[in-house]
């Protein structure tokens, strides 16, 4: 099933299951959204490396769909490269990816790696911060990204009660809209 939710004038699609463009677009009958959001769930783990050589066609999946349905698509994925696993998003828009942002900060020091920044990206309504899973749990992320963007995406592995209560605060904190998913629902403001 597809989520709507109008955060700030941006207008966000979620789709909680696995990536399936036939379905997606199945359980939205005249899609029109500026971004289509799919959590962790949505595909297995991609190899960067077989993307890069042409042997993968999951992004390639991601990019010719957001060209299809004329949005710009932030999907939750688990990435590998050099055998370094990440957490990350892969955003897609007209036809092409457009970046793979990687979670910036490790907190529960875990063996996954890290990037190296908070990102923004502009929609065709507004400007979005993208906090990759435990990123939306450091204050200091929201005070680099919040001047910048109209609204923050934050997509995170799992489903943790603790996250959504900290967005909602450093969103009221800096008051910003959010749009928070996790691989059992979403929430949002404004």
Same mark, same amino acid.
């Given at each position: 099933?597809? !989520?709507?939710?109008?955060?700030?004038?941006? /207008?966000?699609?979620?789709?909680?299951?696995?990536?399936? $463009?036939?379905?997606?677009?199945?359980?939205?009958?005249?899609? @029109?959204? !500026?971004?289509?959001?799919? $959590?962790? *769930?949505?595909?297995?783990?991609?190899?960067? *490396? @077989? @993307?890069?050589?042409?042997?993968?066609?999951?992004?390639?999946?991601?990019?010719?769909?957001?060209?299809?349905?004329?949005?710009?698509?932030?999907?939750?994925?688990? /990435?590998?490269?050099?055998?370094?696993?990440?957490?990350?998003?892969?955003?897609? !828009?007209?036809?092409?990816?457009?970046?793979?942002?990687d979670r910036a900060s490790n907190p529960f020091d875990d063996e996954l790696g890290t990037g190296n920044k908070i990102k923004v990206f502009a929609s065709k309504k507004g400007k979005i911060g993208l906090l990759v899973d435990a990123d939306c749990l450091i204050e200091n992320n929201w005070i680099k990204t919040a001047p910048y963007s109209d609204v923050i995406l934050c997509?995170?592995?799992?489903?943790?009660?603790?996250?959504?209560?900290?967005?909602?605060?450093?969103?009221? /904190?800096? !008051?910003? $809209?959010?749009?928070?998913?996790?691989?059992?629902?979403?929430?949002?403001?404004?």
């Amino acid at each position: 099933m597809v !989520n709507e939710a109008k955060v700030g004038d941006i /207008t966000f699609k979620v789709w909680l299951g696995a990536f399936c $463009p036939d379905a997606i677009l199945e359980g939205s009958k005249d899609f @029109e959204a !500026n971004v289509l959001v799919c $959590p962790f *769930q949505a595909m297995r783990e991609v190899d960067l *490396q @077989e @993307e890069i050589v042409g042997r993968g066609s999951n992004i390639k999946r991601l990019a010719e769909f957001s060209k299809k349905i004329d949005s710009s698509i932030f999907c939750g994925i688990r /990435t590998k490269i050099l055998d370094v696993r990440h957490i990350s998003v892969a955003v897609c !828009n007209k036809g092409r990816l457009v970046d793979i942002a990687d979670r910036a900060s490790n907190p529960f020091d875990d063996e996954l790696g890290t990037g190296n920044k908070i990102k923004v990206f502009a929609s065709k309504k507004g400007k979005i911060g993208l906090l990759v899973d435990a990123d939306c749990l450091i204050e200091n992320n929201w005070i680099k990204t919040a001047p910048y963007s109209d609204v923050i995406l934050c997509i995170n592995r799992g489903n943790s009660d603790f996250a959504r209560k900290e967005v909602r605060h450093y969103s009221n /904190t800096y !008051n910003i $809209p959010y749009l928070y998913v996790d691989e059992v629902g979403l929430e949002w403001n404004r």
